[in-house]
């Protein structure tokens, strides 16, 4: 279950409410020394210790400590549940997460892998979309669930940027998915621009292609591109398959459903089972595609992560500078205030800087690809951001200022969340003397005021409060 981060640790609480504290704990994981990490070790002995030896006995000392066990942690979202009538030591002995006695929850001692087969998790997830949905709808009034899935204006955003009144050299992309949920990456973009989806079934068949393992790759994109299917006939979902039989082929359902069963989980066909598909008169390509196909999403799954995409392009398209507000607000960490008040020929020149450097980009830098694309369609479109405002911004979301955003104090590299509430929260006394007032009333570090006195935020405020009685 996909709940609001902000909404999780209630979640959370509600499984004690409902099992009885004794009866839910957080899932318990181990961390283990990964392969390279043994590598590097054995190396570090082997020169601390001046040996000389070849790569092989590295090898064999370095797989000698992987999978060791390094530190536990927490599950983010697993709660395991114990029956009534057991008690939770029967199974695994219980401790408190970095022996903080004061935490709400207990950890399960042991891996949840080790008791998964004997005791039920509940995997209860933070997730970012029902934030942002919750965000824009206080922002716009209008009811996320009130949506609807066919309008056409919304459904061509998964084809071209024409609705939104911009060119696609612009925005360097075809589609204009930036930030719609799964269907914003790269990866994604690139099957939309060779699939031309355009209806809700279409997006079905792109979100179970773009999560499934051999489907799309070296599988369903060479049969799309050859034209021996389109993105309505080839094999998206794993229900697909199950339906196609019975329904197209007349074969009989429980064999329907077992050939199904054994080919999402990447297990194949047996011989008779082709056999069978083929007096079925199942064409050869299906077969083919079916063999190659390792794992396979459920269609329930894609349709929740599809209806989460419309509604968001829907916003996008209507409401734009809302959406905006609210991306920048919930998903945007690396957000850069200064380079995005420069407008677009800035944000340009930073992502095709990013860009070049290829692989050697830092991975800091990736991370601000998709925020930079952002920015480069909303300025496009014709909205800007404001500076940093000290008596209008906000300590954590951006505002919407007419066709402008006003970033938050957390947008600033090296302002923190909890500096950013006390900064919002010191402005409840009225307007400030000076800086030295701002100071101690926000209880703002040295560093935080030099970073804001450098974006421009204490103009005309005098050094001291003694300047300001003078």
Not at 63 to 83: C, E, M
Not at 218 to 247: P, S, W
Not at 384 to 400: E, G, H, M
Request: glycine letters at 8%.
């Amino acid at each position: 279950m996909n709940f609001s981060g902000e909404y999780q640790p209630h979640a959370h609480n509600f499984t004690k409410e409902m099992f009885g504290e004794k009866g839910v704990f957080r899932a318990g994981t181990i961390g283990t020394v990964a392969e390279k990490t043994g590598f590097g070790f054995a190396r570090k002995y082997q020169e601390e210790h001046g040996k000389n030896w070849r790569g092989a006995e590295l090898n064999r000392l370095a797989q000698g400590v992987t999978g060791v066990k390094r530190s536990t942690g927490q599950h983010p979202g697993g709660i395991v549940v114990v029956p009534d009538y057991m008690e939770v030591e029967d199974i695994t002995p219980v401790q408190y997460p970095a022996d903080d006695t004061s935490a709400e929850w207990k950890t399960t001692h042991f891996d949840y892998h080790a008791f998964d087969a004997n005791l039920l998790k509940l995997d209860i997830l933070g997730h970012d979309d029902p934030t942002m949905m919750r965000m824009l709808q206080d922002l716009t009034g209008v009811d996320p669930t009130t949506i609807p899935m066919n309008d056409p204006k919304v459904m061509s955003l998964f084809n071209s940027v024409e609705a939104l009144g911009i060119q696609p050299h612009q925005i360097k992309s075809q589609v204009a998915t930036f930030g719609v949920p799964e269907m914003g990456t790269r990866f994604v973009r690139q099957m939309l621009e060779e699939t031309k989806p355009s209806s809700f079934a279409d997006l079905l068949q792109i979100s179970g292609l773009s999560h499934g393992t051999g489907v799309w790759l070296g599988n369903a994109q060479e049969l799309i591109k050859n034209g021996t299917c389109t993105i309505k006939t080839v094999i998206g979902c794993r229900d697909d398959i199950m339906l196609f039989l019975i329904y197209k082929a007349g074969m009989d359902a429980s064999l329907a459903f077992k050939i199904t069963e054994s080919v999402r989980k990447g297990k194949g066909l047996t011989p008779e089972w082709i056999e069978e598909m083929k007096r079925c008169g199942v064409p050869q390509w299906y077969i083919d595609s079916c063999l190659r196909i390792e794992y396979m999403f459920p269609k329930a799954h894609a349709a929740a992560y599809v209806i989460s995409a419309v509604r968001t392009a829907y916003f996008k398209l209507y409401y734009p500078i809302h959406y905006y507000a609210t991306y920048f607000s919930v998903r945007a960490a690396d957000f850069d205030v200064e380079l995005f008040c420069q407008g677009y020929e800035a944000l340009l020149k930073a992502m095709t800087e990013i860009e070049a450097k290829g692989f050697q980009a830092l991975p800091k830098e990736k991370n601000m690809i998709p925020i930079l694309e952002m920015g480069l369609e909303m300025t496009a479109r014709g909205f800007k951001v404001k500076p940093l405002d000290l008596y209008r911004s906000d300590a954590t979301r951006f505002i919407v200022d007419g066709d402008a955003l006003i970033p938050p104090f957390s947008a600033v590299a090296g302002i923190g969340e909890n500096a950013a509430r006390n900064i919002a929260a010191s402005r409840a006394d009225g307007d400030y003397l000076s800086i030295e007032d701002f100071q101690q009333r926000s209880k703002a570090t040295k560093t935080i005021i030099e970073l804001l006195t450098t974006m421009g935020c204490f103009r005309g405020l005098p050094e001291s409060n003694q300047l300001a009685l003078f």
